[in-house]
């Protein structure tokens, strides 16, 4: 390595830190390795070894929840979403059991509330006008999409 050329890893942390993550990562540091983040600075700790840390955190990890979008996240691991979603497909086959077998409608059953809003996720149509690729609609078809989603097709 020439003089003057960062250590390996010390690149993403900055990056890490100058996007407001340094209290998240100080956190998780003491809670899972018992570390300090000054450690980088102090010379016991590189960046690299730090960032070899960091990739290996557990899913629930406060840096973690910052990198998918806040506080909100915290707690939420693999295992945890799998779980909301089993939940809410036992919900749903008992909803369409219970609706098949009833002469009256049957109200759906709500869904586990995730991170991030579920609903708000469902609401968003996916634009694809951007894409460097896209071409406009043939004349033939457009307004078609919009009636079989009306007719429910």
Do not use: C
Not at 71 to 83: K, M
């Amino acid at each position: 390595m020439a003089v003057g050329d960062p250590a390996p890893g010390s690149l993403w942390l900055a990056q890490l830190i100058g996007d407001g993550r340094a209290g998240a990562l100080r956190a998780d540091l003491r809670h899972f390795y018992q570390l300090d983040l000054l450690d980088v600075w102090r010379g016991s700790l590189s960046p690299l070894a730090l960032y070899d840390l960091v990739e290996h955190m557990p899913d629930d990890s406060a840096l973690q929840a910052q990198l998918r979008g806040g506080r909100h996240h915290r707690g939420w691991s693999v295992a945890a979403y799998l779980t909301a979603a089993a939940v809410d497909a036992s919900h749903d086959t008992a909803w369409v059991v219970a609706s098949a077998n009833s002469r009256k409608s049957v109200k759906r059953p709500a869904r586990v509330e995730r991170p991030g809003g579920l609903a708000a996720k469902r609401g968003r149509a996916l634009d694809l006008s951007g894409h460097p690729m896209a071409k406009p609609l043939p004349p033939k078809y457009r307004g078609t999409v919009k009636k079989a989603i009306t007719k429910g097709r």
